[in-house]
């Protein structure tokens, strides 16, 4: 599983629409990019925290199939993509049912087969990220909001 983090959150509607009257729109794109950016690297240390606890393999090399091994735990190898859409830049953060990357069989532990139940380590990794992406924006929000203002 992965998860996507946007600009997609509520509570700052005022201190939002301060910034627009005081920004231009490419000040706040970039600003939103940076609190995104922030919010990913989070994303990814919670990612890497709750595969350790929940999928994690001591020995690398004794674990999945042979000729498959890496020597490499995936905890150390979630993916963070990065993109814009629409104009909005966000990032994803974990593994989709096609990939076929070497860590590919993360998107098993994650979603389970009919054999194993699912483990769910990246719906626990978003929760704290969204939280931590709400005070980031707050925090940037307020900073550039003094600074517009001269406080």
């Known amino acids: 599983m992965s998860f996507n983090i946007t600009m997609e959150f509520t509570g700052l509607n005022e201190t939002q629409r301060e910034i627009e009257k005081l920004s231009t729109e490419s000040e706040i794109k970039a600003l939103n990019k940076k609190i995104v950016k922030r919010a990913g690297e989070i994303g990814q240390q919670e990612a890497k925290s709750q595969i350790r606890k929940k999928a994690y393999s001591k020995n690398p090399m004794k674990s999945g199939r042979k000729g498959s091994r890496t020597g490499q735990h995936a905890a150390d190898n979630a993916p963070k993509k990065a993109s814009t859409q629409s104009g909005n830049y ?13 860590f590919f069989y993360m998107k098993f532990h994650e979603w389970g087969t009919s054999i194993h139940k699912p483990k769910g380590f990246m719906l626990d990794a978003a929760k704290p990220t969204y939280a931590a992406l709400k005070s980031i ?4 929000y307020e900073r550039v909001l003094k600074e517009k203002l001269g406080g």
Do not use: F, K, M, N
């Open 137 to 140: 924006a707050e925090e940037e």
């Open 90 to 102: 966000g990032e994803l953060i974990g593994w989709d049912r096609g990939d076929v990357s070497p």
